[in-house]
């Protein structure tokens, strides 16, 4: 009889994420299933083995989050590896005294509740991710004596910083387009 620990994958077998698909081997058998779901189906590849796995490409995305009633969408820029936690990039406090607060660590902000689109602007390296870092670590935040002299959000700043990273050649000049199309009014 055999183990059933022999023939399906266990908690400890290394997982290969490809788009929405799992796959892995267990004992020279091959295993998918879609990911999010506890099933796995054995699968019978045509004489092919899964690709080596390899680090995941990051992505820069821009993150749309709501705010309150009748206030513009809070924008903040996102490292990290397709459907993966990573770093945030974002400035927080009111109009008048916004302040640059990265995520210390990786975060997951899909799953906060502001939480409502992103869009994916450029694939990055290991080192074009810390210059994303370098820049975003940075760019001054806008300030404003009072409410009525306000000029500046979180979306300006955030399209400060992609045009820095257009002249760096890390982000298209179409994505900067883009993401300037989308701003609203302050």
């Given amino acids: ?17 490809i788009g929405l698909r799992e796959m892995c081997q267990v004992n020279g058998r091959h295993f998918k299933r879609r990911k999010g779901t ?20 990051l992505y820069l995305s821009l993150v749309h989050e709501k705010q309150g009633p009748d206030e513009p969408l809070h924008w ?8 993966e936690p990573g770093w945030l990039y ?8 916004m302040t640059y ?3 210390d660590g990786k975060v997951d902000i899909t799953s906060s ?3 409502l689109t992103l869009y994916q602007l450029a694939s990055l390296t290991e ?14 935040p806008p300030h404003a004596v009072n409410r009525r002299e306000v000029k500046e959000k979180c ?8 045009g820095k990273l257009v002249e760096e050649g890390i982000v298209s000049a179409f994505k900067l387009d883009m993401a300037k199309s989308m701003m609203q009014p302050v």
Avoid: C
């Fill in 1 to 17: 009889m055999t183990n059933t620990n022999d023939m399906y994958p266990t908690s400890t077998t290394l997982i290969q994420t």
């Fill in 38 to 57: 506890e099933e796995w189906i054995e699968d019978e590849p045509e004489n092919t083995s899964l690709p080596p796995i390899q680090p995941q490409p």
């Fill in 76 to 83: 903040s820029l996102f490292v990290a590896p397709e459907n």
């Fill in 90 to 97: 974002q400035l927080t406090g009111d109009a008048e005294h």
């Fill in 101 to 103: 607060e990265p995520s």
């Fill in 113 to 115: 509740e502001p939480f």
């Fill in 127 to 140: 080192g074009q991710a810390m210059v994303v870092k370098a820049i975003t670590d940075h760019e001054t």
């Fill in 155 to 162: 979306q300006g700043w955030a399209v400060r910083v992609l």
